[in-house]
């Protein structure tokens, strides 16, 4: 039994996309790097932002491959680790030496 895509694997290539693994690696990427973005490794998540670009390229180009969600996920979820990573410290140390370390 086959989906109407042709493949044998029963529909798993369609909620896992594992032929297309730029944008599963994306995924994962960005959903355990937000633990580092809170230690300063914000970063990290410009991988998983390049990693979401080529594996929407991919998605699209391979009509196998699919991963455009995980994709996405990947490109949000690592501009997110990289504006509270990077962004934040960098704002909230900017405030400490405009106020005087806290002090007016």
Request: glycine share 18%; net charge positive; aromatic share 12%.
């Amino acid at each position: 039994m086959s989906n109407n895509r042709g493949s044998n694997d029963g529909g798993v290539g369609v909620v896992i996309p594992y032929r297309n693994m730029p944008a599963l690696i994306a995924y994962y990427w960005g959903v355990f790097g937000l633990i580092g973005c809170f230690i300063g490794l914000g970063f990290l998540g410009i991988g998983p932002i390049v990693l979401g670009f080529i594996g929407l390229r991919k998605a699209s180009k391979e009509s196998e491959a699919h991963g455009s969600l995980h994709a996405w996920l990947g490109i949000a979820l690592g501009a997110l680790q990289v504006l509270v990573g990077c962004v934040a410290p960098a704002a909230f140390f900017a405030y400490m030496s405009i106020t005087d370390g806290g002090r007016r």
